[in-house]
């Protein structure tokens, strides 16, 4: 399984961006997919994940009510869309393809994208 993040970038405070993750291999075998950020400084933490079919969704209390995780099994990529955009939200986002444990933990995901940058200015 290979997973490639995209849509990172440079948003002022309040603004908007959409991430993308383009899954690749044996990719059913990978849900619950997640989104993890890691900032300057801290460790990586949780952001949201979904299930194969998008109908369950898990989103860390920090970002519940602005961003959105969401699926298209047809083009096998997971989007996360995030809305009014804090300084605090400035990371490193990655994607991640679960292995078996609690979706909140790195440890329980054994694929990893890259990671793309987000950055917001206040």
């Known amino acids: 399984v290979q997973l490639q993040a995209s849509g990172g970038g440079l948003v002022q405070a309040g603004g908007s961006l959409r991430l993308s993750c383009a899954a690749s291999?044996?990719?059913?075998?990978?849900?619950?997919m997640g989104w993890f950020r890691q900032g300057p400084g801290k460790e990586r933490e949780f952001v949201a994940a979904i299930s194969w079919s998008g109908s369950n969704t898990y989103y860390a209390d920090s970002v519940k009510g602005r961003f959105t995780i969401s699926v298209d099994n047809a083009k096998n990529t997971v989007y996360l869309q995030l809305n009014s955009l804090k300084p605090e939200d400035t990371a490193v986002y990655y994607c991640?393809?679960?292995?078996?444990?609690?979706?909140?933990?790195?440890?329980?995901?054994?694929?990893w994208g890259q990671g793309t940058q987000v950055t917001v200015s206040s």
């Open positions: 991640a393809g679960h292995n078996s444990g609690s979706y909140t933990r790195t440890t329980s995901y054994g694929y």
């Open positions: 291999g044996r990719t059913f075998s990978i849900y619950p």
